[in-house]
């Protein structure tokens, strides 16, 4: 009835033929292919079924044969796709989404290509950083006796006791008992917001606010609710109602000169952020980054909000790498209460303990004669590049609306005009040889308007922020015309 | 009807009589208050009423009156007790367990008191540690031209080549782009942990294993599922079992003289356990902390399983730190594909880098001739020291069965007799000077037997070693007996 020649023939001629279907796509019926091709139904039936075997077609008895879905090939030696499958399929736990944003994160820790002036990081230049002092401090710090020991895993005595001193002030409400050494800022935020909220909980945050907190608490499985921020810190009003309105346990916020907008909680908000925290029997973590950013002429600084609170409501946050060295990742956070041994056993169980002889290094450094006079220099200097780039601002590009102008911390958070892209504009300053942040990342929610993030701390000089302006113009000119 | 001074006079016979309740208990009914204390029922009800006001007593209609229960006392400032709801409720998450138990990691980073000999921790003393060149490394470092500066998020690139080579061997299938710097090997095995699996998550660990990691797991909200440990390490049906059972995504094992056991994983099941993950679409973190603590009579060492996997199923940990100082806190994840990703995000968000400086005093030391005298010595040493320990427990305790003699590692794990109560035989070791660890902690799940372990790593020498030995007889005479 059938010669295997021809079926061999007929197979090899469909084969050729059925790429050109889509998958799921009906073939020409047999007796088409009978007349097509001129051979018997049985020779038609029998190519079909070996197609069929190599996967090439499906046959559906009564209905034809149709295109085959292409088949998987087989998985190559080196083939990494199953990492996509099993890093985001989890049956058990798909409420929280898998993948970590750390874009906001690196646009602020990646130094810029060669020849582009940063206005967009958060360090100090070198010639700003005490670095003979870190690099005696250090020596002698690994040179200690115990040096090399493990810590005690709360951190080394002394400096939990000058970190005290610095957060109490003179009232001494802080005692080293208090305190617990974190490997910088960042790690603070992260065993905070792990320590007080729970997987699946809401998070309550500044709008806007700094991306690192909002990549921190997503990446711990929580979700960061917008407060927003005026001129005079977080508006109490909307945090009462952000507290009803998400059963939020926790608010973080960075009272004196928040990053970005600069603002300054004012002394009634104060109180009334406290009332609206202990009214939710929540935590708030007072993230106090820019204490020691302060420019020279910003007169007495307010208290932090740690100095308002007897009942351990606060959970206040420090950092001694942004006025040194991105690289002295000593931090503290200070507590009162249960949460404190919370807050050691996530750092413990997360990452044991801090380095000693860099807690060693910190204690050198800010107990030296020339700690008061580095940071002195670090006020005139960040009011003068604070100063040049207002100056700058006003004359190149006067269509940016400087919201506000900090005297602490670095950044000026510029209002852009409505309906900027300013992704466009961030690529084209880049082109013209300038980093600048966008805004969008300051926001945990679609923000009102649209902004741009400039700071005067990473500059080499004042020369080259006045010319990182200049550049910015040229951007401006070629996006906002 | 009724006189103001008689119902005043029975609310303070009442309110003296109404302590003798319990909250909820039934006070005596108005007929019986109106015979015993002669006065009216509009009087009676009159009292009750204002107890009821002050919070005394609770009226219900129709049924009488009862004891009040305790009416909170208004929180005196300094009173924190509301952060144990804080810390607890959480409506939102309330799947995922809140407090986080530091407890088997503290007990491993605690220094024993003096006079106490350490045979539980896990870190080299002082005289086997490269303390000298430690020092000298650090002291380079910190001057090295652009020590303070950011370093790249994911390590120093020489740092990484290092890595890459000691984990790829003479091969080269690990290359500098696929290493990820992390603060130790604690801090690794969370960034995995929390890269590779949500909140909620099974992950299978081994059975004993390292508290700490448990703990980790614990502390990211996931579910440690335990596969039991023989000799030749993990076993593979119950390997796949345990895959299929939980539908983990992640299974983290030491395949090179596990903590407890000190197991190595035999060929055969090198490549069972790399087929139960790949059927299972899994990863595999292999934490090869002991590589470096090989003892001088071990012979050439197993490959990692890295080195059998093409398609980035391994996820590769380790940390100089056990074989330099606790306060060496350099460690590496290498990883191959769209994890490296995820692995890098984690770390970033969480704690940006690890210090520069650390990274360059590492780079120092393990590029200094004195590197390779010092793993000798430490080969040497450990095998010595296993030998006395071994000696010492035949001869002082032979109740206690040594269930392996590892080549590398330092610890001993031994099986108590049956019904040993582990708490009261480690207190009573304490109390004789010498500290070791019950077995307890380190099973996820409820074990089949007792255990301790003991580790030949921290004592300062041979004969303290011994001492230590004969100090656990002390402890055991009076527990086993």
Not at 73 to 99: I, M
Request: charged residues 20%; neutral net charge.
């Amino acid at each position: 009835m059938y010669e295997r020649s021809s079926v061999a023939e007929l197979a090899g001629r469909l084969r050729q033929e059925v790429d050109r279907y889509s998958p799921g796509e009906k073939l020409p019926s047999s007796r088409d292919l009978v007349e097509t091709h001129r051979v018997s139904p049985v020779t038609v039936s029998r190519a079909l079924a070996q197609l069929a075997v190599e996967g090439l077609v499906v046959t559906r008895p009564g209905a034809g044969a149709y295109r085959a879905a292409p088949r998987t090939a087989p998985a190559a030696p080196g083939d990494t796709s199953w990492q996509e499958v099993a890093l985001s399929a989890d049956a058990s736990a798909d409420q929280v989404p898998r993948s970590v944003d750390a874009g906001g994160v690196l646009a602020t820790l990646t130094a810029p290509p060669p020849g582009v002036i940063e206005l967009s990081g958060g360090y100090l230049p070198p010639n700003l950083r005490p670095e003979k002092a870190l690099s005696a401090a250090l020596a002698r710090a690994g040179r200690r006796p115990g040096a090399w020991e493990r810590p005690p895993t709360e951190g080394v005595e002394e400096l939990r006791g000058w970190f005290a001193r610095e957060i109490g002030g003179h009232g001494g409400s802080v005692s080293a008992a208090d305190v617990l050494i974190t490997a910088g800022g960042q790690s603070a935020i992260t065993t905070a917001l792990r320590a007080l909220a729970a997987p699946g909980a809401a998070v309550l945050v500044e709008s806007p606010t700094y991306p690192g907190l909002l990549a921190a608490a997503r990446a711990s499985g929580l979700r960061p609710v917008p407060v927003p921020v005026d001129t005079d810190g977080v508006r109490p009003a909307l945090l009462e109602g952000a507290f009803r309105a998400s059963g939020a346990r926790v608010f973080i916020c960075q009272p004196l000169f928040q990053n970005p907008s600069g603002a300054v909680l004012s002394k009634e908000r104060r109180t009334a952020v406290l009332d609206a925290a202990r009214q939710a029997g929540a935590f708030v973590v007072e993230d106090d980054f820019a204490r020691q950013l302060v420019h020279e002429d910003a007169g007495p600084l307010p208290d932090t909000l740690r100095s308002a609170d007897p009942d351990g409501r606060v959970v206040h946050l420090r950092s001694l790498t942004k006025v040194t060295s991105p690289s002295l990742r000593v931090g503290a956070l200070a507590a009162h209460g249960p949460v404190l041994e919370r807050l050691r056993a996530v750092q413990t169980v997360d990452s044991f303990f801090v380095s000693r002889p860099l807690q060693e290094a910190a204690l050198e450094l800010v107990g030296a004669p020339a700690w008061p006079r580095h940071l002195r220099a670090v006020a005139a200097r960040l009011r003068e590049r604070r100063e040049v780039m207002l100056t700058a601002l006003a004359r190149e590009v006067p269509a940016l609306c400087v919201t506000h102008a900090p005297r602490g911390g670095h950044n000026l958070w510029l209002r852009l005009p409505d309906g900027t892209d300013e992704d466009a504009l961030a690529g084209a300053a880049l082109r013209a040889g300038v980093s600048v942040a966008p805004g969008r990342p300051y926001f945990a929610a679609e923000p009102a308007a649209r902004h741009l993030r400039l700071s005067f701390a990473p500059a080499a000089g004042d020369s080259e922020i006045a010319e990182g302006v200049r550049r910015l113009r040229t951007a401006c000119d070629e996006v906002l015309a």
